[in-house]
Nanobody
Framework: VQLQASGGGLVQAGGSLSLSCAVS????????MAWFRQAPGKGRNFVAS????????YYADSVKGRFTVLRDNAKNTVYLQMNSLRPEDTAVYSC????????????WGQGTQVTVSS
């Protein structure tokens, strides 16, 4: 499984940005796709996830109501729509994938930088 993230950039506080994660390789309906982020000098944190089959979503409390994770099975792409961005959302965002039988994300894409200016 290969993951390719894109869509990062610079945006003002209160603005919006959409990230994409193109998925290639063998992925089944049991997979879970997720977004993580890592701010400068901090650890990597879970942002949101979605099941590949049923579209069940989960969000970190810090982004609930502002971020939406979506998937397009036909395009093999997962999206992260980010609204009402805050300076504290500044981070490198990465997409990841795991089989539902494990809690470990074995597949990672390269990160994309999101910078929110105040």
């Amino acid at each position: 499984v290969q993951l390719q993230a894109s869509g990062g950039g610079l945006v003002q506080a209160g603005g919006s940005l959409s990230l994409s994660c193109a998925v290639s390789g063998h992925i089944t309906s049991t997979y879970v796709m997720a977004w993580f982020r890592q701010a400068p000098g901090k650890g990597r944190n879970f942002v949101a996830s979605i099941t590949w089959s049923g579209g069940r979503t989960y969000y970190a409390d810090s982004v609930k109501g502002r971020f939406t994770v979506l998937r397009d099975n036909a395009k093999n792409t997962v999206y992260l729509q980010m609204n009402s961005l805050r300076p504290e959302d500044t981070a490198v965002y990465s997409c990841a994938a795991r089989a539902s039988s494990t809690m470990v994300y074995h597949y990672w894409g390269q990160g994309t930088q999101v910078t929110v200016s105040s």
